[in-house]
């Protein structure tokens, strides 16, 4: 048995080996199509912005530049306000009830407009971080409530303020009339040096603008007056709040640097009269 199997292989080679061969023209003449998968090239990611699809307008671009551009900004003031600040201001906002204060100030902290509030009862104060040139500033916002019964604890929140925010309702000729008697009440309680500001508030509700002009005008003539700056803004669009709070940092950081400046060349003036000396 084992010699019939050795002769079967020898035979199954011979047969093998008398086959003739294909060439590889022969093997390859007629080749299996493969069908190769597409790859979409790659789009690129730019600032931080999703790879837009080719259906995609022009338009969702822009909308997506502008989240973009929005979470930069919170990142950019999240930054700025773990910053440890080279200098505190107290800002003190005074002027009739309901000539939008409160508002003003969310506006400027939040960017967010809220329409009710209840009437400040006391004082409030925030804290915003912002910077000044190469300097980072805190500005502590207080709050004052404008009715008459609490005008003697508003007082008592003057001294020592670095600055203060008188502030009307540009639609109010009484909280316009009103001012006067806010300056006096605040120049008693705040020292010289405090820098104050005079503040036309809801612009956004001037009907045409001829009015708009004359109360800018009478505004300006009475900040004139008493040697004040004078704003227009809107706490419900947000006009001028931005420019004036800088601006009033500005101020402030400017007369903290002028009183610096003071005291060292004070103590570097050599003194006019000599010692004298006496012998016993």
């Known amino acids: 048995m084992k010699g019939l199997a050795q002769v079967d292989q020898r035979q199954q080679l011979a047969e093998q080996n ?8 022969t093997i390859y003449e007629h080749p299996v199509k493969i069908k190769r998968p597409q790859f979409r090239p790659m789009e690129t990611n730019i600032c931080g912005i999703s790879p837009v699809s080719g259906s995609g307008s ?23 306000d773990l910053r440890i600040p080279d200098r505190i201001f107290k800002v003190v906002f005074v002027g009739d009830s309901a000539v939008g204060k409160t508002c003003f100030l969310h506006r400027f902290c939040y ?3 809220k329409p009710l ?33 609490f005008r003697s604890i508003t007082k ?17 000729e009484q909280s316009f009339l009103n001012v006067r008697n806010w300056i006096e009440s605040v120049r008693m309680g705040v020292d010289e040096t405090t820098i104050m500001a005079l503040v036309g508030n809801k612009v956004d509700l ?16 009475l900040a004139e007056e008493f040697n004040m700056p004078f704003y227009e803004t809107s706490a419900y669009t947000g006009y001028g709040i931005d420019y004036c709070m800088k601006s009033m940092a500005e101020r402030l950081q400017k007369r903290e640097e002028q ?6 060349r004070l103590e570097m003036e050599p003194t006019s009269k000599k010692r004298s000396w006496c012998c016993l």
């Not at 909308?63 to 700025?80: F, S, T």
């Not at 009183?259 to 060292?264: E, M, Q, V």
Request: charged share 35%.
């Open 156 to 172: 008592q929140y003057f001294r020592k303020a670095d600055g203060v925010l008188l502030l009307f309702d540009v639609t109010s």
């Open 117 to 149: 509030f209840n009437a400040t009862i006391g004082v409030d104060f925030t804290v915003k971080t912002m910077t000044v040139g190469d300097r980072v500033v805190a500005l502590q916002l207080w709050d004052t409530a404008g009715q008459e019964r």
């Open 259 to 264: 009183h610096l400046n003071d005291a060292l």
């Open 18 to 25: 008398c086959r003739p061969k294909q060439d590889l023209h």
């Open 58 to 80: 022009p338009q969702s671009l822009a909308d997506e530049l502008d989240e973009a551009e929005k979470e930069q900004e919170k990142r950019d003031k999240y930054e700025e």
């Open 206 to 221: 001037f009907g045409n603008d001829s009015s708009r002009t004359a109360v800018y005008r009478e505004g300006k003539k």
């Open 111 to 113: 960017n967010r407009f």
